[in-house]
């Protein structure tokens, strides 16, 4: 677990390396933010209940936001 946690890190740190130095285009997209958070609250609930921890996420049944647009690696 530790192990791909650094090398995702190592990753992200050489993806930002590519996008200073103009190696790699950025184009933007829409995504469904709500759709996205609800994916990483299920990954985290998971997560959580192997360690007997409850998660509280008050609010996510109210939380609809606008359309967002984000940066995306050609």
């Known amino acids: 677990m530790a192990s791909e946690y ?3 890190l190592i990753n992200d740190v050489l993806d930002m390396r ?7 285009k950025l184009f933007e997209e829409s995504v469904n933010l709500r759709a996205i958070i609800e994916n990483c609250r299920d990954i985290l609930e ?5 360690q007997e921890i409850e998660l509280d996420i ?17």
């Not at 590519?18 to 790699?24: E, T």
């Open 6 to 8: 650094l090398l995702s």
């Open 46 to 50: 998971a997560k959580a209940a192997e």
């Open 58 to 74: 008050t609010g996510l049944e109210s939380f609809w936001p606008a359309r967002y647009i984000c940066g995306r690696f050609l």
């Open 18 to 24: 590519k996008i200073d130095h103009n190696d790699m």
